[in-house]
Nanobody, 122 residues
Framework: VQLQAFGGGLVQAGGSLRLDCVDS????????VGWFRQAPGKEREFVAG????????QYSDSVKGRFLVSRDYDAATVYLRMNNLKPEDTAVYYC????????????????WGRGTQVTVSS
């Protein structure tokens, strides 16, 4: 598994972005994928996760109803669609993969991609 996150950028509050988590090793279909974010001076926090089969999804309370996680097996990609973005969503976003179930603890994830910066202006 070789992950990299794409799609970050600068957006105004209320806007949308889509992040892509791409696995160049094309083994992502066997793994749970989680999205995490880390703002300056804060701990890395769970944002969303999707099971290897795609049927189970989990979101943090802060993004529930605004963010949507999905996956495309043919493209070996997991997406995070972020709507109605708020300044407090500003952070570096990371995707990570693990076997087993969806966990919210970053230490449970075996593989991490390089993050992508999301900045939401007010």
């Amino acid at each position: 598994v070789q992950l990299q996150a794409f799609g970050g950028g600068l957006v105004q509050a209320g806007g949308s972005l889509r992040l892509d988590c791409v696995d160049s090793g094309r083994a992502l279909s066997d793994y749970v994928v989680g999205w995490f974010r880390q703002a300056p001076g804060k701990e890395r926090e769970f944002v969303a996760g999707i099971s290897w089969g795609g049927s189970a999804k989990q979101y943090s309370d802060s993004v529930k109803g605004r963010f949507l996680v999905s996956r495309d097996y043919d493209a070996a990609t997991v997406y995070l669609r972020m709507n109605n973005l708020k300044p407090e969503d500003t952070a570096v976003y990371y995707c990570a993969a693990k076997s087993g179930g969806i966990y919210t603890r970053p230490g449970a994830y075996e593989y991490w991609g390089r993050g992508t910066q999301v900045t939401v202006s007010s």
